[in-house]
């Protein structure tokens, strides 16, 4: 599952393929629809909570209160079923999906999706066997900060979308936000080629938009 962008996204595979899928796209209703989202794909797929062995959580990089939902959902769901819970770089699911799609044999690009503030949050990537490796860390700019930096590399993701003049116009047919679909199947290669994927913290990369005020205090 993964709540990092615009998509409240949801999928099951069987550790070879996808077997259901679900993606609500809401900028604002992460934690009303990610739940929903887990009973349609058990649905979908005629299986029940019990028949879930692991779990795998997109740990961002993405906006404070939607990215701690997804994160904190898939942590409680496999607490309560005592199942691995996982956790992936969000960026690295577009990345993956992206490279087995439109951008199919180009060797280096990046992926930048919105941060909100005007900003986007992003990560350059090579392809090795098949496999996106993150050259350039998660982190989070101004696109007009980004541009100079990409030195021909197509870019995917809404960053395109949202600064076309900075970023590149968008690739056809590239993704725009997370698919659990891809970001499970990233997690089934890499655990399969002995990748460890215990960390489940949450790429912020930025201090949250809400802070609880200090009240002045008066000493007398």
């Known amino acids: 599952m993964d709540t990092s962008t615009t998509a409240i996204t949801v999928a099951l595979h069987d550790g070879a393929r996808v077997q259901a899928e679900s993606s609500v796209l809401d900028a604002r209703a992460h934690g009303e629809l990610v739940a929903p989202g887990i009973v349609q794909v058990l649905r979908q797929a005629d ?17 404070f209160t939607g990215l701690r939902v997804g994160i904190v959902t ?9 199942v691995p819970v996982h956790g992936l770089c969000s960026l690295d699911a577009l990345a993956h999906e992206a490279a087995h799609g439109p951008l199919r044999g180009v060797e ?9 503030r005007k900003e986007v949050y992003w990560a350059g990537y090579r392809i090795e066997e ?32 949202l600064y076309p003049d900075l970023l590149g116009e968008p690739v056809a047919g590239a993704p725009l936000d997370v698919s659990a679909g891809w970001l499970a199947d990233l997690a ?33």
């Open 74 to 82: 898939a942590r409680t769901f496999a607490l309560a079923r005592a």
């Open 108 to 116: 280096r690009f990046v992926v930048a999706t919105d941060a909100r």
């Open 188 to 220: 089934v290669r890499r655990l399969a080629a002995g990748a460890s994927l215990d960390d489940t913290t949450p790429l912020y990369l930025r201090r949250p938009d809400a802070v609880p005020s200090v009240a002045p205090v008066t000493v007398v």
């Open 130 to 161: 098949g496999l996106p490796v993150a050259e350039w860390a998660p982190d989070v700019c101004r696109p007009a900060d980004l541009a100079p930096r990409l030195d021909g590399r197509p870019v995917v993701g809404r960053g395109p979308v």
């Open 47 to 63: 299986l029940t909570p019990r028949d879930v062995d692991a779990v795998v959580t997109g740990t961002g990089p993405g906006p």
